[in-house]
C-alpha cells in the first residue's frame, strides 16, 4: 500500500474512528477539490483557524470537522456526502494527492495563513446571511474569507 493509499477513508469506518489526516484531507477534498492547490490549503486553514480556539466548534481538528452544520460536504443533505468515503471513485488520485498536500502544508503551518485568520468562508458571489455585517478578511480562488468569531491573528 502507498502512502496516497493508506490516507485514503475507510468506507467501513465511522468519520469518528478515521485519522485527524484523512478527515482534515476528506473535508478539503470534499469542499475544495475542484479548486487550485491555493484554495484547498485557504479551506485547510479556516478548519486550523477554528482547531486552534476551541469554542462551540469544539475542540481539535475532528470536533470542527465533524461539528454539524459546520462543512457543507458533512452535511446530509449534501448531494456529494456519499462521495467522501470513496474519493477515488468519483475523482482521480491526483487531485486525492493535492489536497493531502494541502493538508500536510496546512497542518505544519508551512505557508502563513492565506486567509488572515478566518474561520468561516463561502463560495460563490451570494452573501450567506452569517456574513451580513462582517467584511471579508481573504478572497482565495473562488472563496470569500470571514473572521467572526476569532480575534485578530497574533491575539491570543
Keep these: 500500500m502507498t502512502f496516497w493509499e493508506d490516507t485514503l477513508p475507510d468506507p467501513r469506518k465511522s468519520w469518528k474512528e478515521m485519522s485527524d489526516f484523512t478527515l482534515i484531507a476528506t473535508a478539503i477534498w470534499g469542499e475544495a477539490r475542484g479548486c487550485d492547490f491555493w484554495a484547498k490549503v485557504a479551506v ?65 503551518g508551512a505557508y502563513d495563513d492565506l486567509t488572515n485568520g478566518a474561520d468561516h468562508y463561502h463560495s460563490g458571489t451570494k452573501r450567506p446571511g452569517w456574513a451580513k455585517g462582517h467584511e471579508p478578511v481573504a478572497t482565495v480562488g473562488p472563496f470569500t474569507f470571514y473572521r467572526l468569531s476569532l480575534p485578530e491573528p497574533g491575539v491570543v
Design 44 to 108: 485547510g486553514w479556516v478548519i486550523r483557524n477554528r482547531a486552534k480556539h476551541p469554542s462551540w466548534w469544539g475542540v481539535g481538528w475532528r470536533d470542527v470537522i465533524l461539528k454539524p452544520a459546520q462543512f457543507s460536504c458533512f452535511n446530509t443533505t449534501d448531494p456529494n456526502r456519499h462521495k467522501l468515503k470513496e474519493p477515488l471513485k468519483h475523482d482521480s488520485l491526483k487531485a486525492w494527492q493535492e489536497c493531502c498536500a494541502a493538508c500536510i502544508t496546512v497542518y505544519i
